[in-house]
Structure formats: structure tokens, C-alpha cells
């Protein structure tokens, strides 16, 4: 050998590389038995030489999982997702659903109050609830939109514009703190 040069030993044939054999072996017989399962040991083994010994047992422990005993009902439940129309959703089809869900009115005599403090000023309550709804009333005289409707008449693309043009000339950059 020259001077200077370290001699690299041949680890390809001095090292047993790691092989799936002894993950199989210590595998209950019932799933060294299963035909499948002893396909994907091969196939992992002598056709995927280059992955890493943690993912070939990986996908040898998901086969093997693949093989337990499926539930009735579990099964009905598989077939009808697997039969099943998926909707896809966009945002038409978003506002037709949010704009058909039924909107219910809360009966405050039926809920209560929120404590013991409001419980003796029930007039100025009475006075606020008529007086909110006398405002809600006046503004929607022109015409008769649900609330879910009026959100979104706010969510268009302008409105949204504005709302971030707004908030990013609020926020104050590093020299303004």
C-alpha cells in the first residue's frame, strides 16, 4: 500500500446484511402459513433489496393486520363506503347546504337567565330584547333574508379584500412598535 491511504474493508461481504427472515420466524404459524403473507416477505425481501429493514417490516406487520377477523357490521359499513357516491364539495354546493339548515329561536323563558344578577333587572331586559328587535325589524323591511344569508352576502371577495386591507394597515410594523 502507499503511504497515506487507509485500506476500506469489503462490508458487502464481511456484514450480513439485515433480512427479513428473522422477523418472519418470529411470526405466529397461523401468519407464516398465510400464502399472502409469505408472497409479501418474498417480494420484500428479494425484490425490494434497497428499502430499509424498519419499512419491509413495517409493510410485512401491515399485511399480517390485514388479516384479522372483520366485524358484521364493520363489513356492511366498508362495502357501503366503498359503493358510496362521494359529493364533492365546492363552495356553491357550501352555501346551498349552510343556507338550507334549519334556524331555530331560543325561548329565554324556557333557558333562564345567565345568574342571579340579572335575575331583578328583567324590565331593562324586556326594554333591550324589544329595542334590538324593533332595530332588526327596521333593517330588514327591505327584505326578508335569512341570518345565514346575510353572513354570507358578507363573505364575498371584496369584502374579504377590505377586511385584510383593513387589518394589514392596522397592524404596526417593527420601527412603528
Do not use: C
Not at 364493520?74 to 358510496?84: L, N, R, T, V
Amino acid at each position: 500500500m502507499q503511504e497515506g491511504t487507509i485500506r476500506v474493508p469489503d462490508y458487502m461481504n464481511l456484514v450480513n446484511s439485515p433480512t427479513l427472515w428473522t422477523y418472519f420466524e418470529t411470526l405466529p404459524s397461523w401468519a407464516r402459513a398465510d400464502p399472502i403473507v409469505r408472497n409479501v416477505m418474498m417480494s420484500m425481501e428479494y425484490h425490494k433489496t434497497g428499502l430499509d429493514i424498519r419499512h419491509k417490516e413495517n409493510a410485512l406487520n401491515m399485511v399480517v393486520s390485514m388479516m384479522r377477523p372483520i366485524d358484521g357490521n364493520f363489513k356492511k359499513m366498508i362495502a357501503e363506503a366503498a359503493i358510496s357516491q362521494k359529493v364533492q364539495m365546492n363552495m356553491k354546493l357550501g352555501q346551498r347546504m349552510i343556507t338550507e339548515l334549519q334556524f331555530y329561536e331560543i325561548d329565554e323563558q324556557y333557558l333562564g337567565s345567565e345568574s342571579e344578577d340579572f335575575e331583578g333587572g328583567a324590565d331593562d331586559q324586556d326594554k333591550d330584547i324589544t329595542q334590538i328587535l324593533r332595530q332588526k325589524a327596521d333593517e330588514d323591511a327591505d327584505d326578508e333574508v335569512s341570518p345565514m344569508e346575510a353572513a354570507m352576502k358578507m363573505m364575498n371577495e371584496d369584502a374579504r379584500l377590505d377586511d385584510m386591507r383593513a387589518a394589514a394597515e392596522q397592524e404596526m410594523n417593527i420601527n412603528e412598535y
